[in-house]
Structures are given as C-alpha cells and as structure tokens.
C-alpha cells in the first residue's frame, strides 16, 4: 500500500471540502450548524441606541454559541480561533455589503502550574484565584479579538483595523464568562471594564466595543412551539378573562446564556449619501478545510501545507473562507425556509435570495396552523404572492424603511432616522403595537419578535380588513386580526437601558462568595 504524506492527506481534504456546499445558523434551525455551535449565529439586533446622551449612534449586536448553560465548566464557552465573525452593512439597498466589521479571536493558555510533591504540574482550570477588572493573576486562559473594517468587497475591500481609542491598541480583551461569584465577586463591574472606546477607521467620532457573554435576551416557548404548536392558548383570545397568554408559557431561555459581539457606530458613519436606511446581517465564516489530527504541529509543518494550527495541536485549518452561518431578520430560517434550503440559504449572500423568494411569497406556516387550529378560527391568507412579506423581511416597509430603490435581500433593514423610543415607553410588539422604533424598523432586546412574526405571517399587515370592496380576502379577515402569540412575552427588567443592553449573564455557581 503507498504511504500517504501528511502533506498528501492535507491536501485531499482540502479537496474534498471544495468540492462540497457551504451549509449552516440561528438556535439550530439549520442541520449542519448543529455540528458548530461556536459559529451558530443566534440573534442580529440593530437598532437606534436609547442609553441617555447616545443620540445619532447605532447598536449591532450578533449573538453566537446559543444555549449556553451558566455552569457550563471547565471550558466555559469562548469563540472558535479559526472562524471569522463579520457583521456588515448595507447601505445603498443593493444587497451587498459597502461595510464589513470583521471580528478575529486568539485564545491563550497561561501555563499555569501548582507544586506537587517536587513537580510543578498544569491546572486543569481556566482560573485558579479570584479575578476582577484589576487582577487577573489568577487567569490561565485567556481570549483576545481584533475587528476589521473592510470598505467594499469583504475578501477583497480596503481592510482597516479599528483602534482602541484610548490606548491606540489593534488587540481588545474578552472577559471570562461568569464562572461564579468566588471567581468573579463583581461581575457586572468586572465585565464592564472590557467595554473598549473605538477609532473607527474614516468616522470622525469614537465608538463601543464589548465581546463577551450576556443573557439571552430572545425570549421563546420552544419545547411547546415545536411540538406541533402545543401551546395552551396560542391565540390570545382563546385565554380565559384576566389571563395574559402572551405571559403564559415557560421562556425556554430564560436560564442560558450566549456570547455577544456589540458594536456602538455612529449613524452618519453607516449611512451613504442622503438615505438615512441601512440593511444588516452578521455571518460566521471557516476555513475551507479542516483535518483532525491528534498530533501537535510544529510550526515548520504546519506553515508547509499552508494550514492554522488550533491551540490545543488536535485541528488543523487552511484555504478559503467559506461562510456556514447566516442570520439578519429572526426567524427566517427557523419559520420561512423550508428545510431542503436551510443550509443553503446560510452559505448565500443576501443579493442572490431570489433563488429562496418563493419561501416568502408563498409561505408554508399559515398554512401548517390552519391546519393545527382551523377549529379556532385559524385561516390562512388566501392571497398570493405575499407582498406584505417581502416587504417585511425582502424590501422594507415603504414609508418605514425601505431604500428608495431596494434590490429583494433578507436583511435587517434600519430607518436611522426614526425617533428614539425610550426604554420605559417601549412596545415590545414593535411597529404593530405602535412603536415605529422597533421590529420590523431594525430591532431592539425587548421586540418580541415571535409574536411579531406569527401575526405578520397570518397576514395582520394586509389590508385594508372589514371586507371592504378591496379587501384581498375577506374570508380570512377576522383570521388576519387574531392575537397570535407563543405564549412567552419579554420581561423589561430583563435587560439594561446601556450599552451593551443585554444584561449580565446568569453566573454558574448559585453560592456567593462566602469563604
């Protein structure tokens, strides 16, 4: 039998991964991201920034590595070293990026030793003494990241790195997770002290940086959902008088944690030309090839076949980016695109989603809860295509959001100009409950963006209702009207009222620090 060269295998692999689809991202609703939880995108915020004295500057928030559970020890849950993390921007309504924030990590071990017996011996920990905003001697491994503004082409753009206002330095620091009030006494202070001011590269004011764990803030009856929608009042009329059925059902969430990446931009740095609308989406991008190898590299073998080495010496990576993770408006992939498509549509760009239109214009969910509660009065829409949904989740709502001449493209699309709702005024139904600040105008922590999708789906945006000489179909009207909801409402207290806005993440540990 020829003997095969590591360089030989290397190369096969890479082969093999070129020749295959680019599949995956959002709480797993794609098959293959289900195999890369680090570079499943679960949520894309953008919204107006409402903390007191942060007018005319936008949020971006991308959430990875969902369904972190607090005591998720001895690893805990840093980000992947060999993917690429970018949120970009729209800002013409072509579809395609003008602006790309690319987001890079490194992970470091510290070597930490104890003596035992006369042997100095490795900690299995990633810390070994408590750790604040100003001791970290106790810290075995740590995380780093730089971000990168790309300005055109994401591959092929002018790249520049973005700054730390105050040190000047190209390299930010991650805080740990929340392991626990022993190894964190303050982490609310302690986290805060990794919120970086930025130089942005052609911006003449500063902006925000964070990268770390947070709550999760996307509130959603998932056990009950998926279980063909057994959910005790999934209507809100169906309730008994005097109970809330929008706050009726567990928030399967509610104990997890997940990683955010929180950029704060001044608007007149996103915008372009006189169109204050943006469009966003974040995607998580690895290298082409991947090989297992349970022997540690040198640096001399691994340069050789043009590969990264993974810190812990058992991955090897190389070639092109290939991008598994998509995620701009929430839900699409989990509630629109149908299960053949999934993959495919995280591997795409948002200019080429003509090919996935028909999942909008002629969606299957209306149809699949008329099926599951027609005996309540659940109609689906009898009207085809579905304008009303292109412009929610293709276009933007003219009027709202949408550019003035927008090229079909699922992104988040944000009007900048919209007046700021302030957080003690805010509707989490968004621009159905009257609040022109919120989902679909961008989106904000507090959206309850389940509700908002269902009733969009079961056509409360097509009007005009009343069976009127042009209503669209007027045997589905008082369907359209329905109070549709999961059962699961977000809770204000919840979340903060500044920069990053997510709140703390749920520590690990239950005990305080008393000895």
């Keep these: 039998m020829r003997k095969i060269t590591r360089t030989q295998w290397w190369l096969a692999a890479m082969g093999a991964c070129v020749a295959g689809t680019a599949m995956a991202s959002s709480h797993r609703e794609a098959p293959f991201i289900t195999t890369r939880p680090k570079v499943d995108a679960s949520d894309f915020y953008m919204f107006n920034s409402y903390e007191t004295g942060r007018a005319g500057y936008v949020t971006l928030i991308a959430n990875y590595l969902p369904l972190q559970d607090p005591a998720?020890?001895?690893?805990?849950?840093?980000?992947?070293?060999?993917?690429?993390?970018?949120?970009?921007?729209?800002?013409?309504?072509?579809?395609?990026?003008?602006?790309?924030?690319?987001?890079?990590?490194?992970?470091?071990?510290?070597?930490?030793?104890?003596?035992?017996?006369?042997?100095?011996?490795?900690?299995?920990?990633?810390?070994?003494?408590?750790?604040?905003?100003?001791?970290?001697?106790?810290?075995?491994?740590?995380?780093?990241?730089?971000?990168?503004?790309?300005?055109?082409?994401?591959?092929?753009?002018?790249?520049?790195?973005?700054?730390?206002?105050?040190?000047?330095?190209a390299t930010f620091a991650k805080p740990l997770d929340n392991i626990g009030a022993k190894?964190?006494?303050?982490?609310?202070?302690?986290?805060?002290?990794?919120?970086?001011?930025?130089?942005?590269?052609?911006?003449?004011?500063?902006?925000?940086?964070?990268?770390?764990?947070?709550?999760?803030?996307?509130?959603?009856?998932?056990?009950?959902?998926?279980?063909?929608?057994?959910?005790?009042?999934?209507?809100?009329?169906?309730?008994?008088?005097?109970?809330?059925?929008?706050?009726?059902?567990?928030?399967?969430?509610?104990?997890?944690?997940?990683?955010?990446?929180?950029?704060?931009?001044?608007?007149?740095?996103?915008?372009?030309?006189?169109?204050?609308?943006?469009?966003?989406?974040?995607?998580?991008?690895?290298?082409?090839?991947?090989?297992?190898?349970?022997?540690?590299?040198?640096?001399?073998?691994?340069?050789?076949?043009?590969?990264?080495?993974?810190p812990t010496g058992t991955e090897l990576a190389g070639g092109a980016w290939v991008q598994v993770s998509r995620l701009g408006n929430p839900l699409v992939n989990e509630l629109v695109i149908g299960l053949p498509d999934k993959d495919r549509f995280n591997g795409s760009s948002p200019?080429?989603?003509?090919?996935?239109?028909?999942?909008?214009?002629?969606?299957?969910?209306?149809?699949?809860?008329?099926?599951?509660?027609?005996?309540?009065?659940?109609l689906a829409p009898n009207v085809y295509p579905r304008t009303d949904l292109e412009a929610v989740f293709l276009t933007g709502v003219a009027g709202l959001n949408q550019p003035s001449k927008p090229t079909p493209a699922e992104e988040l699309r944000l009007n900048t100009s919209t007046p700021v709702t302030p957080i003690a005024s805010q509707n989490d139904l968004g621009v159905l409950g009257g609040d022109l600040s919120g989902f679909p105008n961008g989106r904000r922590p507090i959206d309850d963006v389940v509700d908002i999708t269902l009733r969009a789906a079961m056509g409360v945006l097509l009007t005009p209702y009343n069976g009127g000489s042009t209503?669209?179909?007027?045997?589905?009207?008082?369907?359209?009207?329905?109070?549709?909801?999961?059962?699961?409402?977000?809770?204000?207290?919840?979340?903060?009222?500044?920069?990053?806005?997510?709140?703390?993440?749920?520590?690990?540990?239950?005990n305080s620090a008393t000895m």
């Design 72 to 169: 998720g020890g001895p690893n805990f849950f840093n980000l992947e070293d060999h993917a690429l993390y970018e949120i970009s921007i729209d800002n013409t309504g072509s579809g395609t990026a003008a602006l790309t924030f690319q987001f890079r990590f490194t992970t470091t071990d510290q070597g930490l030793t104890v003596t035992a017996g006369n042997k100095s011996i490795p900690v299995p920990l990633i810390n070994i003494a408590p750790i604040s905003a100003s001791s970290n001697a106790g810290q075995n491994v740590a995380q780093t990241y730089t971000v990168t503004l790309v300005k055109g082409d994401r591959r092929q753009g002018t790249a520049t790195p973005i700054l730390d206002a105050s040190t000047g330095s």
């Design 183 to 310: 190894s964190i006494p303050d982490y609310a202070g302690y986290a805060n002290s990794f919120i970086h001011s930025i130089t942005i590269p052609g911006c003449s004011a500063p902006g925000r940086v964070f990268v770390g764990q947070r709550m999760d803030g996307f509130v959603v009856n998932l056990g009950e959902t998926f279980d063909l929608v057994n959910i005790k009042y999934p209507v809100t009329q169906l309730a008994p008088s005097g109970v809330n059925a929008r706050n009726f059902e567990p928030n399967s969430l509610a104990n997890k944690n997940v990683t955010s990446l929180a950029l704060e931009v001044p608007a007149s740095c996103l915008t372009a030309g006189s169109s204050a609308v943006i469009g966003g989406y974040t995607t998580a991008s690895l290298r082409q090839a991947d090989v297992l190898n349970p022997v540690p590299q040198s640096a001399v073998s691994v340069a050789s076949v043009g590969a990264v080495a993974s």
């Design 351 to 378: 200019s080429a989603d003509a090919q996935f239109a028909d999942y909008v214009t002629n969606p299957s969910l209306p149809v699949l809860l008329q099926a599951l509660f027609g005996s309540a009065g659940v």
């Design 471 to 510: 209503d669209p179909d007027p045997a589905s009207d008082a369907s359209r009207q329905l109070g549709y909801t999961d059962g699961a409402e977000p809770n204000p207290a919840n979340y903060l009222s500044v920069f990053p806005y997510l709140a703390v993440p749920i520590g690990g540990s239950p």
